[in-house]
């Protein structure tokens, strides 16, 4: 059994930095891609950014310029460093690892509970 669990989120001023994490635990052979996604109200859940095994990131645009992806392989963990935060990134934000739990099949898509980021004066 694979559990993607995430912490960090909460109330922000504007101006202000968030720092998110995700731990990947339980039976797991290999953990590929990392990531975050974000569903703001009223919206469709939108790739923030991703991180694969060999520390590649992608950003979707221009979220490069404020927020940083980063992991930690030991510890199946992945971070996401959100600074300049502005009233847009409100939003619940959701982790992702791609992780193949045994060796005998491919890898699958495990989500994180969700939490929400709240950028407010």
């Known amino acids: 059994q694979v559990q993607v669990v995430q912490s960090g989120g909460g109330l922000v001023q504007p101006g202000g930095s968030l720092r998110l994490s995700c731990t990947a635990s339980?039976?797991?052979?290999?953990?590929?891609?990392m990531g975050w996604y974000r569903q703001a109200p009223g919206k469709q859940r939108a790739l923030v950014a991703s991180?694969?095994?060999?520390?590649?990131?992608y950003y979707t645009p221009p979220l490069e310029e404020r927020f940083t992806i980063s992991r930690d392989n030991a510890a199946n963990t992945v971070f996401l460093q959100m600074d300049k935060l502005t009233a847009e990134d409100t939003a619940v934000y959701y982790c992702?690892?791609?992780?193949?739990?045994?060796?005998?099949?491919?890898?699958?898509?495990?989500w994180g509970q969700g939490t929400q980021v709240t950028v407010s004066s």
């Open positions: 339980g039976n797991i052979f290999s953990v590929y891609t």
């Open positions: 991180i694969s095994d060999n520390y590649a990131a």
């Open positions: 992702f690892a791609n992780i193949q739990p045994d060796t005998s099949g491919g890898p699958e898509k495990f």
